[in-house]
Structure formats: C-alpha cells, structure tokens
C-alpha cells in the first residue's frame, strides 16, 4: 500500500493487522503529513515502511513486481494547502498515480484506488439529492480537481489496457492519527491547548462524516470482493454542519457551546457533501459500525488528549499557518 504513515493509511495497516493475516508493504515519503511515529508500534514482519516517493517510477515497478496488489492512499490531501500551491497536489496526485497505474499494468496487479467524495463538487444545504456513482465529475478545489484526474486515469487503464482496478470515493474521515490541520483534530487540540476553536465563514457548510474504520473496512471488502472496474461510495449517513460539530467538541470537553472563533472563509468553499452509499450496501452488504457520532467523537478526542507527544510537535507550526491566513 501506498501512503500508510499517514491518517487513513496507518488506520488501514491497524485494521489489516486485527482483521487479516495478511503482509503489508507500505511505500511512504514521509512528507509533513506522513508520520513514522503512527506505525512505530506495529510488528515489522507484518509491517515494513519503505521511504519513497509514488512518482519515482523505477521504486515502484520493484515494489510492485513483489506485492499481491495495491491500495493507493497517498496523496497531498489538504484542501487549504492545495489553495497556497497546488504543485505538489498535480505531482503526487495525478503524476502518482500514472506511476502507480504503469506499474501495476506491467505487472498485471490488482489495484484499489483511494479518492473523495469531493470530486462530485458540492451540494447546496437544501438539495435533497446526495451523491452516488452516476453523479458527474465537478471537483472545485486543486485538491479535488487532482484526486478528480487521478479517478479518471484509473478509468482509462482499465478500459484501455484492462488494468484489473477498483475505485472507492468516501466522505470525511474523522478518528484517530489524523492531522491536525484538518478539522476535527485542530479543533481538539486548540481546546486542549487553552485555545478557541475556528470556525470558517459562518460554520454552516456541511460534511458527512464517518468514522476511518467503517472506511477501511469498505476497502478491504470491495478490494476481495468488489466488481472490477467499478467504482464504489462509502459513506454512513453522518451529514453535520460544522458548526454542530464544534459545539460537540467544546460540550464533550467541558467548555461552554459558543466557546469558538468565526474566521476568515476558505476561497471556493464547497457547501455541503452527502453520500449514498446504497451500491456498497447492497452489493456487498457493509454497514458502517459507529452509529453514533458523539461516542465515535468521543473515543477520537480521548485518544489525542492520551496522545499529546505524537501531535504536539506540529501545533504550533500549523497554527502558525493558519494565523497568517486570517485562520
Ligand atoms: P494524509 O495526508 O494523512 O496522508 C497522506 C500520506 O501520503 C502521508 O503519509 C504522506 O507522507 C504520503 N505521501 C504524500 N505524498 C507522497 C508521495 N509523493 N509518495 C509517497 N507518499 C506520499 O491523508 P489521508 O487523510 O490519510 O488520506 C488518504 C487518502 O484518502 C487520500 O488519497 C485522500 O485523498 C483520501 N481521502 C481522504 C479523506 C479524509 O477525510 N481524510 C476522505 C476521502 C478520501
Ligand atoms: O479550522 C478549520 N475550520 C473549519 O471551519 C478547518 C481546518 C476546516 N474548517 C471547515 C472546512 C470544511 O468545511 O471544516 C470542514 C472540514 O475541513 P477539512 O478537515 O479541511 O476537510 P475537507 O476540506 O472537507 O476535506 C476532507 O474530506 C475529504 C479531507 O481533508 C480530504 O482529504 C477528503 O478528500
């Protein structure tokens, strides 16, 4: 697997080793996102970490020529940063995965592809439609819009050189070693360091939140038993506005609801994200397992109140960022 020492990598490697007897190479390039330290405990002869890049194209036929299969989770996969330079989104996310895509071609290799549900756009608050398989393509961001050409690559080569691949596009992933610039972490630990947690604009955009487990255990289910060629939706029905969730966090940890800043907007923020993820349900009968999002949050916010040293060293260098951005 590609970018297991980051959020949901490192959750899948956990997931594997409680669920299956399986071996995992993991290929990492341990960019600020990445994070030896979320692997560090793991028994290394089910889990070994090879430091490289998913564009050095000579790395990954080696790897690829030695593994069963491969799940693509490496990416620059931080909106904001997309917005301050994309460089690297077009590079890891596009050029990535046509490295990726050659290889596992040459090698006839099943492949799983990792992608967002943020290449459909956005929904307006009030739609009641939400996305599902035959929703078109209309990524908004540089991230979406690379993650958007990386989906469609993998489209290519399976129709063209039959390249035996699966795509799975999820929504939020909140739970533990996850960044904290993203969301839900920056939020905890603000709290836990004194201060106040940031809202964008008004806290009225919506996303559908699911626990990283209930995702990964999609993944291993449609990489064994998913039709290949297709592409999947996983989601759990957990659509909340983000100012709902920020109460939730400052209530969960003893602070007054309205303990939070508004700031400065993201450009091009998209309203609303929303899955159906009746195709998943259906064909190959997965449920998600956390129903109830202030007990999944819950666990979340304990395991970084018990975790400080693996997040402490990146606070104050992303809180610095986001200062300089209004944020
Ligand atoms: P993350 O930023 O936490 O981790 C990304 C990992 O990829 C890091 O370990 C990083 O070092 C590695 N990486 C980056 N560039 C690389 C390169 N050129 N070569 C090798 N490794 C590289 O991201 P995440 O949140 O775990 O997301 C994983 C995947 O899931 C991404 O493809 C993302 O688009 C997708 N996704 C994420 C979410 C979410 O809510 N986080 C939701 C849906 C889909
Ligand atoms: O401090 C903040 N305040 C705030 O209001 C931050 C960091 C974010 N937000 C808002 C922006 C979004 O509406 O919260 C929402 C979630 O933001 P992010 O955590 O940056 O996630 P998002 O932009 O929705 O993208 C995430 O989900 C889809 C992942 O980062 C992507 O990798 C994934 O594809």
């Not at 399976?158 to 996850?178: D, K, M």
């Not at 998600?288 to 999944?296: I, K, N």
Request: contains cysteine; glycine residues 8%; hydrophobic residues 35%.
């Amino acid at each position: 697997m590609t970018g297991g020492a980051g959020f949901i990598g490192s959750n899948f490697c956990r997931w594997l080793l409680q669920n299956t007897d399986v071996r995992v190479t993991v290929l990492d390039k341990l960019t600020y996102a990445g994070n030896e330290a979320s692997l560090a405990d793991l028994p290394r002869d089910r889990v070994e970490l090879i430091v490289g890049d998913v564009c050095d194209a000579d790395l990954v036929d080696s790897l690829v020529a030695r593994v069963d299969g491969v799940v693509h989770f490496a990416a620059e996969s931080h909106n904001d940063n997309s917005l301050n330079d994309p460089s690297p989104f077009v590079q890891t996310n596009v050029v990535g995965t046509y490295t990726l895509l050659q290889a596992v071609r040459a090698h006839d290799k099943r492949y799983h592809h990792i992608s967002t549900d943020e290449v459909y756009g956005d929904l307006e608050l009030d739609d009641p439609d939400r996305f599902c398989e035959m929703t078109p393509y209309n990524p908004s961001s540089p991230y979406s819009a690379t993650k958007a050409g990386s989906d469609l690559l993998v489209r290519a080569w399976v129709r063209s050189f039959g390249v035996r691949a699966t795509i799975s596009n999820c929504s939020n992933n909140y739970g533990p070693y996850q960044h904290i610039e993203k969301f839900i972490p920056r939020q905890i630990t603000n709290v836990l360091c004194g201060l106040r947690p940031k809202l964008y604009g008004q806290g009225l955009n919506v996303r559908d939140w699911i626990h990283v487990d209930d995702h990964n255990a999609a993944v291993w289910l449609i990489l064994n038993e998913g039709t290949l060629g297709e592409t999947y939706l996983i989601g759990a029905d957990g659509e909340k506005s983000n100012r709902e969730v920020v109460e939730e966090v400052l209530s969960l940890l003893g602070q007054p609801r309205d303990g939070f800043d508004l700031v400065a907007d993201r450009p091009g923020h998209d309203m609303r994200y929303a899955i159906d993820s009746s195709k998943l349900r259906a064909e190959l009968g997965w449920l998600p397992t956390y129903t109830t999002f202030a007990d999944g949050l819950a666990a979340t916010i304990d395991w970084y109140r018990d975790n400080e040293a693996w997040w402490r060293p990146a606070k104050e260098a992303t809180e610095a960022k986001y200062a300089k951005q209004g944020q």
